[in-house]
């Protein structure tokens, strides 16, 4: 079955300091969504990636789509404390536009003063 | 809109008891999600659903079951509980391609 990996599954920055998390799959996907979950949160939507080689940006995080669709990148620039929490990437397995939605295994992400 | 709400936040359960995780969405969403995620782990798809009366197994099903009578309501149903079921659990509903959660359930089995 689809496996979706991400690297690394965990980050330590100083604020200030730049951060990226990739995220590849097993399978070419039709679209690619990432999430953020604070700790003892829930997942919350950020953005959707449909177009190959596409690059979206919101504020300081920038978010790329591979251009065969297997793989995506999240960078943020100028980590700050709030951006603290685990992001994943998540892409229908199956090559249908939703259906069964499969997560990454996420990237923690740790920022310190 | 409450958005999607899951019933109970936290509960304990004994190894072989039975319970029902409840679900449900005011947004008319017809695709909705069961995740099960383990402490620092990723989610991981438990059954899923693409409008009422259909229902389909995703990564990790067994020892879990699902119903799915209305667009609103996607219950959980887990039968004799094993320590292995100790999870948070998530509901989820998709609209377009953005999915919408729940606040979760931690679930312990002891």
């Known amino acids: 079955g689809q496996q979706v990996m991400q690297i690394p599954q965990y980050q330590h920055v100083q604020e200030g300091e730049d951060f990226t998390t990739y995220c590849n799959s097993s399978t070419t996907l039709s679209n690619i969504q990432w999430y953020k979950q604070r700790p003892g949160g829930h997942p919350v939507f950020l953005i959707q990636?449909?177009?190959?080689?596409e690059v979206k940006k919101q504020k300081r995080l920038t978010f790329q789509f591979g251009e065969a669709k297997k793989n995506s990148s999240l960078h943020i620039t100028a980590t700050q404390t709030t951006d603290v929490g685990t992001y994943f990437c998540a892409g229908p397995q199956g090559g249908g536009t939703a259906s069964k939605l499969t997560f990454g295994t996420g990237t923690r992400l740790q920022v310190t003063l | 809109n409450a958005g999607v709400t899951q019933t109970p936040k936290f509960r304990i359960l004994k190894i072989g008891q039975s319970m029902t995780l409840q679900c449900t969405q005011d947004?008319?969403?017809?695709?909705m999600y069961w995740y099960r995620q383990d402490p620092g782990m990723g989610l991981k798809l438990i059954y899923y659903?693409?409008?009422?009366?259909?229902?389909d197994k995703g990564e990790v099903p067994n020892g879990y079951n699902v119903s799915r009578s209305t667009t609103e309501d996607f219950p959980l149903r887990l039968e004799l509980a094993a320590p292995s079921q100790t999870s948070v659990y998530f509901c989820?509903?998709?609209?377009?391609?953005?999915?919408?959660f729940g606040q979760g359930t931690r679930l312990t089995v002891v």
């Open positions: 989820a509903s998709m609209f377009g391609t953005e999915a919408f």
């Open positions: 947004m008319n969403h017809n695709y």
């Open positions: 990636l449909v177009k190959s080689g």
């Open positions: 659903s693409v409008g009422a009366g259909i229902t």
